[in-house]
């Protein structure tokens, strides 16, 4: 009996012009079994049959629902089908990103390799690790060191002039000479390429210190040039969707303006504003040239920003790839320039979740 009464409904859908709900499954199966068959006899390939199978199905689907439900429900799905292929598409490349980095970059992420550096590791070492005579010495802990006081160099000194020159864009300026000149300047800033931003902090400590002048703040003065712009141009649009109405009410009570920016615009735009700054950390977190040319290489320790060359995750990866320890071994550098890469991800997702607590911490709190 539920038989008949399913059949009967299945005939009942089609005769209304209604494909099943399980026809975009079916079709996935036929799709799928057919470009199998159809990889198998030209040579299969993961990439093609996904490709294949995807352009069958839409095929398929497309020509079902127009012979079933008509030409303007066909368009539709076909519509549909693009839209959804269009996105796995683009989502190919990060997955694909994702999935080279863990694979080689897992099996030298180990313990030493997080807490030592490459003071002392000769070609000798690695030519050992790689005829299995020991185990792939050398890590990037010294690297670790120079990014994170790098980056928190360039963050002191990009946030506060980027937050105040945002605040008076948004809160002080009136469309002056001033204010299109800040505008102007950030504009072009945001477009520079980043050995130009190096080249600058060179020269400008080249002439107050003396050339050839290299170390961490160098490389921080660099990095905050890139910072700048994009501080200014996010805190800015954080600002200027705070309402007015937020502004008229705190004057209203008789309070100041600055301590009405203080305490009722900034803590309102506080998500957006931390947003903001963890993009211009990103931006500058992977930067190799400005680095290389500010900060140059280093193999040891080094604490302080202010005197010695310094090493960062990207210098150490470009390094380790373009000049193996070992020239005639170069799968160990390999294997640290791949774990390396790993942990430059890592800390940028790192800094995509600390900046999402602190928005979460500083937002303005709601009543019930």
């Known amino acids: 009996m539920s038989n008949t009464v399913t059949t009967t409904r299945r005939k009942s859908n089609l005769t209304r012009g209604q494909l099943p709900g399980y026809t975009p499954w079916a079709v996935v199966a036929a799709a799928v079994i057919l470009s199998a068959a159809i990889m198998t006899l030209i040579g299969f390939n993961a990439f093609g049959w996904g490709l294949l199978a995807a352009i069958l199905f839409t095929i398929g689907l497309t020509a079902i629902s127009a012979a079933v439900e008509g030409a303007r429900k066909a368009k539709d799905k076909l519509a549909t089908c693009l839209i959804i292929g269009s996105f796995l598409i683009a989502l190919l490349p990060l997955i694909s990103v994702i999935w080279t980095v863990l694979v080689n970059g897992i099996p030298g992420l180990t313990f030493d390799f997080l807490f030592y550096s490459m003071n002392g590791v000769t070609g ?29 160099w360039a963050t002191l000194i990009s946030v506060p002039i980027g937050l105040l020159a945002a605040v008076y864009l ?6 002056g000479k001033l204010s299109k000149a800040i505008t102007f300047f950030v504009d072009v800033m945001t477009g520079i390429p980043s050995i130009v931003a190096g080249l600058f902090a060179v020269a400008f400590f080249a002439v107050v210190f003396g050339p050839g002048t290299k170390t961490g703040i160098v490389a921080a003065v660099a990095l905050s040039v890139l910072m700048i712009p994009v501080v200014v141009r996010s805190t800015e649009e954080m600002l200027r969707i705070v309402p007015n109405e937020l502004r008229e009410a705190s004057y209203a009570l008789g309070v100041r303006k600055w301590r009405t920016i203080t305490k009722v615009v900034i803590p309102t ?5 931390a947003s903001g700054v963890t993009l211009a950390i990103a931006r500058v977190v992977g930067e190799t040239a400005p680095i290389l040319v500010t900060a140059g290489f280093a193999t040891s320790i080094n604490f302080n920003v202010f005197s010695g060359w310094m090493a960062s995750l990207p210098t150490f990866i470009y390094t380790q790839i373009i000049t193996p320890t070992s ?13 390396a890469a790993l942990l430059l991800i890592i800390f940028v997702m790192l800094l995509n979740l600390v900046a999402r607590l602190i928005a979460r911490y500083f937002a303005p709190k709601t009543g019930r």
């Open 269 to 273: 735009a506080i998500s957006g504003i």
């Open 327 to 339: 020239p005639s071994n170069p799968d160990p550098s390999a294997q640290r320039a791949w774990a």
């Open 124 to 152: 000798e070492f690695d030519d050992a690790a790689a005829e299995g005579n020991g185990p792939v010495v050398g890590g990037v802990y010294h690297a670790i060191v120079g990014t994170v006081l790098m980056t928190l």
């Open 170 to 175: 948004v809160e002080y300026s009136e469309g």
